[in-house]
Nanobody
Framework: VQLQASGGGLVQAGGSLRLSCAAS????????MGWYRQAPGKQREFVAS???????NYLGSVQGRFTISRDNAKNALYLQMNSLKPEDTAIYYC?????????WGQGTLVTVSS
């Protein structure tokens, strides 16, 4: 499966962005999908994940500001990001874990100015 992330851009602190991740084929709702990010000079970190039948998981610092969702009919994953902060600046990647194999999107850059 191929994943294509989009929706990044430049936004002022306090603003919002919605990231999208399109899958090349149907991904079963039981598959865990998630968002990760990598800031300059830092390691990639988990941001949020979702799978059917369970509550989404979030990085503590984005809890209450970011919302992960998916549309299985459209083979799409989303990340609504509100109240953005400069420390949210990073390349954001989507991921699907299918039968113990991680599939990554190419990343989309989010830059939050102060």
């Amino acid at each position: 499966v191929q994943l294509q992330a989009s929706g990044g851009g430049l936004v002022q602190a306090g603003g919002s962005l919605r990231l999208s991740c399109a899958a090349s084929r149907t991904i079963h709702s039981s598959v865990v999908m998630g968002w990760y990010r990598q800031a300059p000079g830092k390691q990639r970190e988990f941001v949020a994940s979702i799978r059917s039948g369970r509550d989404p998981n979030y990085l503590g610092s984005v809890q209450g500001r970011f919302t992960i969702s998916r549309d299985n009919a459209k083979n799409a994953l989303y990340l609504q990001m509100n109240s953005l902060k400069p420390e949210d600046t990073a390349i954001y990647y989507c991921k699907a874990k299918i039968e113990s194999v991680d599939y990554w999107g190419q990343g989309t850059l989010v830059t939050v100015s102060s």
